[in-house]
C-alpha cells in the first residue's frame, strides 16, 4: 500500500520569500502525485498533478514542484510568497499504470503553513 | 466550474442518532468518494462509489455506510453516532476514464460533532 509523509507539521515563511513543502512518498512504482490546498473553512482546491514527463510541473497561484523518484519526493515551491497563501497543504497519491480507476486518494497529513508579515 | 456541494456545513448529533450527511455533484462524474479529515491525521478514505448503486470500501469505512442511488448523489450514512466521529467530512468527485489520474473535485465539507 502506498504511504505519504509530509515531515513538517507547521512552517513559517515570510511574506515575500520563497517555500518548499516537502512531501516523500512510498509505494513500489511511479506513482501519480497531487497537491492539494485547502483554506480556512474551504475544501479542497488542487493546486497541480504529476502523472508522467518532465520532472517539474507548474501549478495555479505561481506554485510548481519536482518529481525526483531516486528521493521518493515531490516538493512543492513557490519563489515569493502572499499572505494569501496561508493554508493547509496536502500531499497525495494514487497508484500509478497498475492501479484501478476509482481509488481514492492516500494523503498525507498536512502542513499548516503561517505567513509572517 | 465543477460544483460538489454537501447539505450541510455544520450538523450536531446526539450519541445514537442515525446520522446522513449528503453529497451532490453537477458534473456528471462517474466516482465520488467520502473522506473524514481529522487534525494530525490528514484526510482518511471511508468509501468510495464508481457507478450508481456500486459502493467500495475505503481505509476506515467501520460505523458508516453509504447509499449512490442516483448519479449525481452519494450518501454517507452513521448508523449509531458515536463521539469518536466527531470530524469533518468531505465529499469528493471525478470523471472515470480507467486511470488515477482523474482530479478529484472536493466539496466546502461538513464539521459533524457528535456529543
Known amino acids: 500500500a502506498q504511504s505519504v509523509t509530509q515531515p513538517d507539521i507547521h512552517i513559517t515563511v515570510s511574506e515575500g520569500a520563497s517555500l518548499e513543502l516537502r512531501c516523500n512518498y512510498s509505494?513500489?512504482?511511479?506513482?501519480?502525485l497531487f497537491w492539494y490546498v485547502q483554506s480556512p473553512g474551504q475544501g479542497l482546491q488542487l493546486l497541480l498533478k504529476?502523472?508522467?514527463?518532465?520532472?517539474l510541473v507548474q501549478g495555479i497561484k505561481g506554485f510548481e514542484a519536482e518529481f525526483k523518484r531516486s528521493q521518493s519526493s515531490f516538493n512543492l515551491r513557490k519563489p515569493s510568497v502572499h499572505w494569501s497563501d496561508a493554508a493547509e497543504y496536502f500531499c497525495?497519491?494514487?497508484?500509478?499504470?497498475?492501479?484501478?480507476?476509482?481509488?481514492?486518494?492516500?494523503f498525507g497529513k498536512g502542513t499548516h503553513l503561517i505567513i509572517q508579515p | 466550474d465543477v460544483k460538489v456541494t454537501q447539505s450541510s456545513r455544520y450538523l450536531v448529533k446526539r450519541t445514537g442518532e442515525k446520522v446522513f450527511l449528503e453529497c451532490v455533484q453537477d458534473?456528471?462524474?462517474?466516482?465520488m468518494f467520502w473522506y473524514r479529515q481529522d487534525p494530525g491525521l490528514g484526510l482518511r478514505l471511508i468509501y468510495f462509489?464508481?457507478?450508481?448503486?456500486?459502493?467500495e470500501k475505503g481505509d476506515i469505512p467501520e460505523g458508516y455506510s453509504v447509499s449512490r442511488e442516483k448519479k449525481e448523489r452519494f450518501s454517507l450514512i452513521l448508523e449509531s453516532a458515536s463521539t469518536n466521529q466527531t470530524s469533518m467530512y468531505l465529499c469528493?468527485?471525478?470523471?472515470?476514464?480507467?486511470?488515477?489520474?482523474?482530479?478529484?473535485?472536493f466539496g466546502p465539507g461538513t464539521r459533524l460533532t457528535v456529543l
Open positions: 469528493a468527485s471525478s470523471f472515470n476514464s480507467g486511470s488515477s489520474t482523474d482530479t478529484q473535485y
Open positions: 509505494y513500489g512504482a511511479t506513482p501519480y
Open positions: 504529476y502523472f508522467s514527463g518532465d520532472t
Open positions: 497525495a497519491v494514487a497508484p500509478g499504470e497498475s492501479g484501478g480507476g476509482a481509488d481514492g486518494l492516500t
Open positions: 458534473m456528471d462524474h462517474e466516482n
Open positions: 462509489s464508481y457507478d450508481v448503486k456500486m459502493k
